[in-house]
């Protein structure tokens, strides 16, 4: 009896193991026919990887060398540089030059194709130059390409000048000048004068306003040899409206109109601070911020700073006014400034175009100019806050609507004609030569090199 009941019991156990041994065989959720007719049931598949997100700083690591010559916004570009580090991870460096050494730096860089430099200022006058060597990158496709980003309706017109050479941008625009006058707003206001419109009204208030014997002066000029005064005697040229070229786009440098207008600047030279035949740029405008000066045409760069009492002892006294033209010629002002370009020979020329777009926003406009950057969108000069901090602001907008960028010629050969002028033109003013015999030497001269 008990051997049946532990037959019967090893029997049930047997059993039970084979269920338990089918059960843990059989599939976790057998496939489910559909009805005779209907598509089988989509089965669930894997989830695919998610796409990469693109990096927040695709130039991380990049080193880019910047070029730039020692004007005023030269602060801005220290303010706004590391901003710019931090953002992309781009390492800036910058080169501070005079005008004549960033000119000769830069040619023996193109000309090497060394690279040294990735990024560059370009004088606005250098477009025809580089232009024809292909010195820098012409920035056309990557403005197409970009064009969204970069609202370029809200650029002024005449700041393409500041780059553009035949049809191509061969630098970006970056900082543009108004030539205009800067008057001692008390001084006149003392002699019962309003800020002069004519030319003719200059030369009256500067003898006016004249006083040597207080060691004060009507006006103050560029007359060094060189670039200095071979440009400012072209502001004339263009105030008087004349030029250098002629209709046809030849150098016509000795005219009969050019002759006059020479004899006219020299003129003016008498109601100058002693010396300014020797007066570069910062010269001049040292006399004015020291005081000594009533009246100076300048490029627009420096008017902030005459509020700056570390460098200034006028502030509170200056005004700006548009440049005088002659009595019966069409207003137009001097329009100059400069460029941004990538040099053709960079390997980092993208990350270049980052720093290019990053630095002409709307956005960090507003920054450069209030760290003595210069304007080149509307929406910068029409600015409510701008023009409560800079109240000439609506001047800058009326000279950049009506401004002339070529009255000094962006052409090819431009720095033969200014090589030219800045000797001859000088030799006149010391007294070493007349006028007439001054500009037909500079013709000359450039006649022979341009052969």
């Known amino acids: 009896m008990k051997q049946r ?7 049930i156990i047997s059993i039970l193991f084979v269920g338990l041994l089918a059960a843990c065989n059989a599939p976790a959720s057998p496939t489910t026919q559909p009805p005779k007719g209907e598509a089988p049931a989509a089965q669930p598949t894997e989830k695919p990887p998610a796409a990469p997100k693109p990096a927040e700083k695709p130039f991380a690591g990049t080193e880019l060398t ?11 570009f220290k303010y706004l540089i590391p901003k710019f580090e931090e953002e992309t991870g781009i390492k800036v460096t ?23 430099y990735d990024l560059m200022t370009m004088d606005i006058v250098w477009s025809g ?8 990158l012409p920035l056309d496709d990557l403005m197409a390409r970009d064009k969204d980003q970069l609202q370029m309706d809200d650029i002024m017109p005449v700041a393409w000048t500041l780059g553009e050479w035949d049809g191509k941008h061969w630098a970006y625009p970056l900082a543009g000048y108004a030539n205009v006058l800067n008057y001692r707003k008390d001084v006149l206001s003392e002699a019962g004068l309003e800020p002069p419109k004519t030319q003719e009204q200059l030369h009256e208030y500067a003898k006016k306003l004249t006083k040597p014997d207080e060691d004060f002066y009507g006006i103050a000029l560029l007359g060094a040899k060189g670039p200095a005064v071979a440009q400012d005697y072209m502001v ?15 150098v016509a440098i000795n005219t009969p109109k050019n002759v006059e207008i020479l004899k006219a600047f020299g003129d003016l030279f008498q109601y100058a601070p002693p010396g300014a035949t020797d ?12 005081g000594k000066v009533a009246m100076m045409e300048g490029w627009s760069i420096a008017r902030a700073g005459y509020e700056n009492p570390e460098i200034s002892s006028v502030v509170g006294k200056v005004a700006i006014a548009l440049a005088p033209v002659a009595e019966g010629v069409e207003p137009k002002y001097g329009f100059g400034g400069w460029g941004i370009g990538i040099n053709a020979d960079s390997k980092n020329a993208e990350a270049a175009w980052e720093f290019i777009k990053w630095l002409s926003s709307p956005e960090i406009q507003k920054e450069w100019i209030r760290h003595d950057g210069a304007p080149i969108r509307r929406s910068t000069l029409e600015d409510p806050d701008l023009n409560q901090e800079y109240p000439w602001f609506p001047i800058l907008l009326e000279a950049f609507d009506k401004g002339d960028g070529d009255y000094r010629p962006r052409i090819p050969q431009y720095s033969i004609i200014q090589d030219a002028l800045g000797t001859t033109v000088n030799a006149y003013l010391v007294g070493e030569m007349g006028a007439q015999e001054a500009l037909d030497q500079a013709q000359a001269q450039v006649e022979e090199t341009m052969k």
């Open 66 to 76: 910047l070029a730039s010559m020692t004007d005023q916004y030269v602060t801005a």
């Open 236 to 250: 004339w040229v263009q105030q008087y409206g004349s030029s250098i070229l002629d209709a046809d786009g030849n």
């Open 129 to 136: 130059e580089y232009a024809q060597n292909k010195y820098t």
């Open 5 to 11: 009941n532990y037959l019967v019991m090893l029997l």
């Open 279 to 290: 007066y570069w740029w910062d010269q001049r405008e040292t006399a004015f911020r020291s």
């Open 94 to 116: 910058l080169d501070e030059l005079g005008y004549v050494d960033l000119y000769q730096k830069l040619t023996a860089d193109f000309v090497a194709h060394t690279g040294n």
